[in-house]
């Protein structure tokens, strides 16, 4: 179902490349503690696959981007759970909760026509107007991913240092660290492919993780905010056994991307060893700090970042919604 024209105040226009650039002023005017990349933006649109439906459109004010709006789901298999995705930002001079009211009717109706049955939406924690919207429109919480900074300039030293003890305890476990960039295994993405998939199994999620296949792990590793002589992994032999980078975009702040495991050499120190990885790398690039987010359940995560030093920040709040008949 195509989301077509809202009112004679708002319009809902289908994005093009073009748009990055006006997008990420949405975006930014929404939540200006994360300015967003138009180029990361732009190649993020771009990542779109035979098996599911995603539709991003700017809403528009008297010829003047105020929001924009998504819309999506997988296609489902027979006995799946039916969850679909709405997402909507409005700047603030534009959250007026009647004119809200339409573009979310419009976006919930396009998904619950194609046989949603839970509606999932999200925003950043602390987002009043946003909680109260959605609270509203009968959204309940879910749960949330909490974010952490840290800071590499005040933590400089002690950061090495444990970075240091790390790739002591790595040798002597006979575990070789190196970059991605710096490792000439033919056989490297599909190995990071298959430890993606099962490492991403163990996050604790309501809405089961999508199965990517390996061209979709391509597609996503080519975003610019990647960069593979930034990106750390562990090799026990030839197994690759844990996996760490930062995302860094041209405009915004540096993010870990992300942090695992393999479930055969977890309880080792791996996965903090390869995170130390790319904290100390940053540290050496001038990056002056550096955000994660995990789930409230993932604790193994959680005590790493809070002996790390990492304090919290606003993180990111899931709601659903029952749309069964």
């Known amino acids: 179902m195509h989301v077509a024209r809202l009112s004679s105040v708002l319009k809902l226009r289908a994005v093009v490349p073009e748009d990055a650039e006006v997008a990420c002023q949405v975006f930014d005017a929404h939540d200006p503690d994360e300015p967003q990349d138009p180029d990361v933006t732009r190649h993020r649109w771009t990542v779109n696959t035979p098996d599911s439906v995603r539709e991003r459109f700017l809403i528009e004010q008297c010829g003047r981007a105020v929001g924009f709006a998504f819309r999506g789901h997988k296609w489902w298999e027979p006995e799946e759970h039916r969850f679909a995705f709405n997402d909507l930002r409005l700047v603030p001079v534009a959250q007026e909760r009647t004119s809200a009211q339409g573009v979310l009717d419009r976006l919930e109706a396009a998904n619950i026509e194609e046989g949603a049955e839970t509606l999932v939406a999200r925003t950043r924690e602390g987002s009043r107007w946003d909680i109260e919207f959605l609270e509203a429109r009968g959204y309940r919480y879910d749960r949330l991913s909490k974010a952490w900074e840290l800071d590499l300039a005040a933590n400089r030293d002690r950061l090495l240092a444990e970075r240091d003890d790390s790739r002591r305890a790595m040798r002597e476990q006979g575990i070789a660290l190196g ?147």
């Open 179 to 325: 970059t991605q960039a710096s490792d000439d295994d033919p056989e490297l993405v599909q190995k990071l492919y298959r430890l993606n998939a099962e490492t991403t199994l163990d996050v604790p999620t309501t809405v089961p993780h999508s199965t990517w296949s390996l061209e979709e792990f391509k597609m996503w590793g080519a975003s610019p905010e990647f960069r593979s002589d930034r990106s750390w992994i562990a090799r026990d032999g030839d197994e690759v056994v844990a996996w760490s980078f930062l995302k860094y975009p041209r405009v915004g702040r540096v993010w870990t991307g992300y942090t695992c495991s393999a479930r055969s050499h977890r309880g080792r120190g791996i996965a903090r060893a390869v995170k130390m990885e790319t904290l100390g790398q940053a540290i050496e690039l001038g990056v002056t700090s550096v955000r994660t987010d995990n789930d409230e359940a993932n604790a193994p995560m959680l005590h790493i970042n809070e002996k790390l030093g990492y304090h919290r920040i606003p993180g990111f709040v899931s709601y659903l919604k029952d749309v069964r008949q």
